[in-house]
């Protein structure tokens, strides 16, 4: 019994390096070791499917009118936890990507509880150490299927709401179902990184995907 508990918790260590990998793996990933990888289902140029395991992240929660208020607070928030602010006084390694969770049903005026996160490195990802801020959390992203629009530039609360919107007008051509609820604003680049930026826009995937036909 022991010799098989050792051995389920070789394989999730080894399924959580997996999933969190090495920055070479993906073209997205230029300034950070390791990044959040998955597995392609389909794309075309208007939007992919894709698939990634179960993966764990530190989060804080931000109430705003804007997210791009909401983001600055939060990130310099979570920033300091990787950089030293947890009780094990330990820096943890900058990865990629950053997801910003939107609420959908926002009130005209009125603000939003708006949920930034960043992706613990496979060294972290089964024992963290703990925050020293009682707004900073860990959460963990369950295995799921999402559909992704991607965009260059910054992402602001304006780029983000105009490829949401395109996002949800091409699923709602080909009728799919997904979470309407919320959805991830999610950035690739540091903020001193100026050309080749790189953004996305995720809506959980309901049911079964529905992969985009050639344009």
Known sequence: MVYLAGLVGLVLILTAEARVGNSSESRFCTESKECLLYDLVCKNDDYEVRHYDSVKWVSTDEEAYFMDKAT????????????????????????????VKIEEKKKMWGSSVFTLSFLLPSTHQMTPPQPTDDKVYFTEMPDMKVYVRSYGGWMMSLTSSVNSMLLKRQLDKVQATYNKDYHYGVGY???????????????????????????
């Open 72 to 99: 600055y607070t939060g990130f310099r928030r979570l920033f300091n936890y990787i950089t030293g602010s947890n009780k094990a006084g330990v820096n943890i390694d900058m990865t990629a990507p950053v997801t």
């Open 189 to 215: 680049d540091s903020p001193k990184k100026i050309l080749n930026r790189h953004n996305e826009v995720w809506y959980m995937v309901e049911g079964e995907p529905v992969c985009p036909t050639s344009s």
